[in-house]
């Protein structure tokens, strides 16, 4: 697998080189770019330091290959006849400007998986708009529903549009690999990260088109038609998460709280003896007013103010409730779960430093991932990729890298 | 002719319920596969309840959501309390190439279709599990829905402003994220077996999939023992970076300027040629120190134009602008359009429904969405007779043990 992409593609190759692809990372002279963003390790600076680099790249191998050169575009249409998949993510029309696009490298690949990931797709009006994360996160109608509603919407403050882009293009290269397993033919794979981050605003993008209301964003929480549910609750020592909501399998979870509540002491006969599976609907319809579903909340904040984080989880787990603590990064860290499950996998780096890396995606009873490679250091495997497996002489290398190719 | 769908050979038992879930067989439904959807009437999906709803009618049928997440399937209803319908299950246990189930643990156990289970009836059933927290651990039990994943993930506390409580992301974060993790996932195992002939299990932890999208601060944590708090729409690489305010109610539009030459060009558009040629703002550092005055500059001059006309007039001078889009615009959006990403499908009770195409193109063998989400039980006859070959006679027989129920 040649991975030529930059940060907007780089966790595509590293799914599928954690599936145990034989990913070669494909860098200008230099080192790419992403090594000269922070945060670093340590603090320090450096092309082997950048985490956003380290995090991304694991899994796979690197060489530097200058693509702007005839020679250097020349030796990567060499190891794509050899490659099962490429993945680029540069702006539509820049490959074919070097002819490495799709239909220049399909004559002499014709089983090439050809992975592009870019913002707005291959084509189309907006094709060439200038982008970045939060203006993506605006284009797919995620923006809109994430902030508080008397000011600007925000969005995540770790940029994710590339992310899902990346995800959705590692399962696309599957099928299509798989596809190919019976046809023997390759194809292009188009995504757009405009696209992909919208799944994330749970079809709410669909409102205009089937004639429903809009959703508004809300603090904390989500507005359901007339309904506020609020998702961020304060307790007696920092923030959970809590889900008060009705239906036959949702309302069964609310009862239950209830029932622990009354238990408590902390609500009413009457709110206990309350059909909460039913409640949402009659709320729709009328039978019950706001203002109970109000005064209902409230009860449940009250109570809430009184437990700890850690109190509540206990409770959550015990009586199966729907309440987690909202984690910090630190929290996630030490979350008895991911420990328990030997998750965090600690990887050595060049120099010293030991990192510690979320760990397989997935667990499968057949071979597990493992994090098999760090992140490669600039040129690291030139001369076993271009040497020994392209098959290029030590006169060869010593000219490329002479003449600024590799 | 098209070419044949990549996973028409590929047939799957799913017990995937609510968003994260179905939201891999949805996939594999776009691209061929044969899905057939397990309900029970007497627990039907959650996603049912949550709109957007067509005409704002909260129906059984007129979920968007639940649309969006299950065009392509075969819906049946089983009562899996009735012998007589876990024995239709093994028998689809017997057709399929996959079964799933994003369940608690101890659901599949008890009606004894646990792996082990599973792959006595069919030794080389591939299966994923997708749970919150995963089939292990002291937290394996934790049911839930993805909001509360992305609470213990550490998402709520990156989307909020510095003086306030955190707004949290929309609705249930890692379910949106969780998905393509399976698919590819899944998809992995379907090659290994086709080339192998061997199945397999696979254990998802939703979580455990959706911190790959923190990897960074997870590790600069770690390393570093930098904790990250909301900082609204603040970026350490662009300045200015924000949202805009623009006329209308709630609208809004999105700039993000990274090099000296956009800031000018921002000024040029905004006909600001002092603030153009202050020198305090040719840099990056200058701009990001002075980021306030600069966002009430952009706001003063953004809030009386429609979000985009600012949005044009900004790309065609090189800047990243987009208007914030809501339902509305998304519905205009000519790139979206452009790319068919809104369809509109045939459901059999509902009439005319609309879902969100494929969110990848494969050039040679591009998505076929042509049916909507099923109705309740809507395949019940289809899935024993056509699928399994029953007779009509059996049928009928399992209808009368309510087996559908």
Known sequence: MLDLSTERGFLCGQILGDLGADVIKIEPIGGSPARATGPFVNDAPGPENAIGWLAFNRNKRGITLNLEHPEGRELLRRMAARADFLIESENPGTMATRALDYPALREASPALVYVSITPFGQDGPRVSYVDSDLILMAAGGVLILSGDEDRAPIRMSVPQAYLHASADAAGAALIAYYE???????????????????????????????NSDETRRMAGGAKMGPIRVPLVWPCKDGLVSC????????????RRLVDHMFEQGACSRAMKDTDWIGYGARLLSGEESMANYERNKE???????????????????????LIAPIATIEDVRQNPQFIAREYWQTVAHPGGASLTYPGPFARFSG???????????????NREVLGAELGLSSEEIANLTRKGII | MAAKLPLADVKVLDFFWVLAGPGITRSLADYGATVVRVEATTRTDPVRTVGPFKDNQVTQEGSALWWNNNAGKYGITLDMGKPAARAVVHDLVRWADVVTDSFSPKAMKAWDLDYDALRKIKPDIIMISSCLMGQTGPLARFAGFGNLAAALCGFYNLVGWPDRTPSGPFSAYTDYIAPRFGLTALMAALIHRKLTGEGQYIDQAQAESALHFLTVPLVDNAVNGREYNPVANYDATYAPHGVYPAAGDDRWVAIACRTEDQWRAI??????????EDPRYRTFAGRQNDRAALDLAISAWTRHLEPQAIERKLQAVGVAAYTVQNTFDLAADPQLAHRGHFIEVPHSTVGKTCVENSRFKLSRTPAQVTRSAPALGEYNQYVLGQLLGYSEDQVSQLAVEEIFG
């Open chain 1, 243 to 254: 889900v008060f909501l009705f239906g036959a399998a949702i309302g069964v979870f609310s």
């Open chain 1, 299 to 321: 009860v449940i904040a009250a109570f809430l103010m009184t437990r700890t984080k850690a109190e509540l989880f206990e409770i959550a787990r015990a009586n199966n409730l």
């Open chain 1, 180 to 210: 190919r397993l019976n046809s023997g033919e390759g194809q292009q794979i188009d995504v757009a990260a405009q696209e992909s981050i919208g799944l994330a605003g749970q079809s709410t993008a669909l409102a205009a088109l089937v």
């Open chain 1, 367 to 381: 071979k597990p991932i493992t994090y098999r490679r760090r992140a490669p250091m600039v040129g690291e495997h």
């Open chain 2, 267 to 276: 000024c040029a558009t905004m006909e600001q040629s002092a603030l153009a």
